[in-house]
């Protein structure tokens, strides 16, 4: 029974910093819309927009990443705790 109590605590610490993560890039993405926007339409910025572009889509992989893993402490979470609960109630 510990052994899943420590498990699920873990998982919750990962999650935590997973949302620390996922929250940083998030407002990082947001700041690169910010900056590409106003120059959207400048053909002289084109180059600038296409760098912006290229760290934006990088960033929002990321941000899949990030969700993709919460997802799976969501799934590993519930696994472990109906674990503890069949070992505790046997």
């Known amino acids: 029974m ?12 990962q999650q935590k910093n997973i949302r620390i993560s996922l929250q ?11 900056q590409i926007t106003p120059i959207w ?6 180059y600038e927009v ?3 572009s290229k760290e934006l889509f990088k960033g929002r992989e990321k941000v899949r990443g990030y969700q993709k893993a ?3 402490f969501k799934v590993n ?7 503890y609960d069949l070992n505790a109630r046997g």
């Open 2 to 13: 510990a052994k899943e109590l420590e498990t699920m605590r873990e998982i919750r610490n």
């Open 24 to 34: 940083k890039r998030e407002e990082r993405n947001k700041e690169l819309r910010g």
């Open 41 to 46: 339409t400048d053909p002289c910025k084109e």
């Open 50 to 52: 296409f760098m912006l």
């Open 70 to 72: 919460l997802r799976e």
């Open 77 to 83: 979470l519930r696994e472990t705790n109906r674990s």
